[in-house]
């Protein structure tokens, strides 16, 4: 169980997470042209992240899916994420992982303004996860711990298993939902969830 210094269960503010794309710089110059920049939109939870003002489509041979946000900063590896309903509507069926596990994921296309890439095991459903820094895994008795469970409440309120601790320096503590979990237990951002 995780508690806090008063007896109650640890409290985690909850992010939504709706599709978006990491890109490589390689594949981002191939979308927007060789001398574009990856600007900010604005600022994400987690130091250093943000949503950029570039979008771009994903498609398959079923369906497209337009406005998709690039988010930054620019990583080495492409990545695009979305949720079980949007694999429905593409026809795929994206393995659930974390970040950068892209091995034998689902390919896809994305077209930029520029240019288009056939991203190759690039596609997954990102699992549920917490974002967490390495001492508060110790202050919080979550040390050995892979996943843990999140109480929610509310009307459609519900246990939600299988969420991945994600310890790194510069974390922001706060659970990442994919919006059919959210949508599922009626969750939006800044939501709070129970680590039990």
């Known amino acids: ?45 987690q130091p250093n992240q943000y949503a950029s003002n570039s979008l771009v489509s994903i498609k398959t041979d079923k369906s497209t899916i337009e406005n998709v946000r690039v988010l930054g900063p620019l990583r080495d590896y492409t990545q695009v994420e979305i949720s079980k309903t949007d694999a429905y509507k593409l026809g795929l069926n994206p ?42 895994l110790k202050q919080y008795n979550l040390e050995g711990k892979e996943t843990v469970n999140v109480k929610i409440n509310g009307e459609k309120g519900g246990i939600i298993t299988n969420v991945y601790l994600k310890a790194a320096d510069n974390s922001f503590f706060e659970m990442h939902l994919d919006t059919d979990d959210a949508n599922a237990h009626l969750i939006k951002n800044g939501d709070i969830g129970e680590i039990i």
Not at 2 to 15: A, F, L, P, R
Not at 122 to 132: N, Q
């Open 95 to 136: 393995p659930v992982r974390n970040s950068g596990d892209l091995q034998d994921s689902e390919n896809i296309t994305i077209i930029g303004p520029n240019g288009t890439i056939a991203a190759h095991n690039s596609c997954i459903i990102a699992t549920r996860h917490i974002h967490i820094l390495p001492e508060q």
């Open 1 to 45: 169980m995780c508690y806090n210094d008063n007896g109650d269960y640890m409290k985690v503010s909850i992010g939504v997470s709706n599709r978006h794309v990491h890109l490589k710089e390689e594949d981002f110059k191939t979308l927007f042209g060789n001398d574009a920049v990856l600007e900010k939109k604005k600022a994400l939870t």
